[in-house]
């Protein structure tokens, strides 16, 4: 009997540019980009593609045999964005072609502005697989709700109650700053697990294997526009991929942890925290105070790499509370205006007058006789010079 062929779904994303300032991608963008991914479709180049958008960031969403990194298939979604970007500039649109980074492709979208998140599977008889693409925010955003997926008992009942998922799940925690990253296990390693992402602006959980079988479950993007081009030109507005049902979570499992709006980075000029808000595909677009943070949920069935779906998973009156619940946090942070914890910290805001306000009063401090010029904390300093 042959092998079994290897599906790849691949989801690459960019912000190419919007209608109406930061806030909703263009039809004719999504036209332009569709129009190559059906001919690249036709060469036989990727099986099958879906196109879309969350607020301003234009998501493709494709499958082929390629592998992950396919010189082949970054260079089309290259290709898509460059072509939308084109539609983008004759428009007018806001902030056209802004992640785009460069002119001359390399091969590999990575660093070049797009974010990426892909895996490659061999198709189970029956593939549920979950796409979630955010705006507003940043890849660590998927850090809590991956964890409660993957190894909270209190969320997945299959981590307790199905021999399946009994033994836990493998997380390769990616340090942004450093370039490294580490693999995890839980439940045994939970609390170190934890100890990192719960700084989610450094540590981003990328991928997640099943540990009985090393079965790849779960990938996000781990692009960070601001740290590639050294300056702010964009929010790394994420997408994550999850598998779902028979040895995964089930697909309420996996869409649970999504019930609670839980504080994230990246609301209006990429410093201030909101809640994740998760909506059906027609609220994607970000209004208020350029958000909420956006997120929406696609489930898909995977048949021989055809795209099965999507079935709009937010689109739930079950979700309806969230939404509320969201709203009411939005109002309880806008609240704080300019104060920190609805701002982000010094460190992590992407827009900041504090150095040239610094610089501008540095006369004006004066030394206050008798108190000692005080030590930075070590975290704070390491994510200092990060930046640096
Ligand atoms: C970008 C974003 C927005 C912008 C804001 C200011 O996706 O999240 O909140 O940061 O609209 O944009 P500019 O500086 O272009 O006017
Ligand atoms: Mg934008
Ligand atoms: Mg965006």
Known sequence: ????????????????????????VHPETIAA?????AEAKSKGIIIDFYVTNVGDDL?????????????????????????????????????????LL???????????????????????????VVVFMADKTEPGAFNLPLFRIFADPFSTAGLVIDPKLHKGFKFEIFDVFEGKSVELAAPEEMYDILALIGTPSRFIIR????????????????ERLNLIAGQYIGKDDPVAIVRAQSGFPALGEVIEPFSFPHLVAGWMRGSHHGPLMPVPQRYAKCTRFDGPPRLVGLGFQIKNGRLIGPADLFDDVAFDETRRMAQLIADYMRRHGPFMPHRLGPEEMEYTTLPGVL???KDRFKKVAGEPKAKKPKIETSLLSAHE
Do not use: C
């Open 33 to 37: 980009a569709t129009k190559v991914l």
């Open 59 to 99: 998501e493709l969403i494709m499958t082929h045999r390629h592998g992950v990194d396919a010189p082949q298939v970054h260079e089309l979604a290259w290709n898509a964005f460059k072509e939308a970007a084109k539609v983008a500039k004759e428009l007018g649109l806001y902030a056209a072609g802004q992640d």
């Open 102 to 128: 460069t002119d001359a492709f390399s091969g590999n979208v990575r660093g070049l502005g797009p974010g990426v998140a892909e895996m490659e599977f061999v198709e189970r008889p029956a593939e549920p």
């Open 207 to 222: 991928r997640i294997y099943r540990k009985s079988d090393g079965e790849i479950a779960a990938v996000v993007s781990v």
């Open 359 to 361: 610089e501008k009063l």
């Open 1 to 24: 009997m042959s092998e079994k062929p290897k599906t790849t779904i691949s989801v690459i994303k960019a912000d190419i540019g919007s209608l109406a300032g930061h806030h909703v």
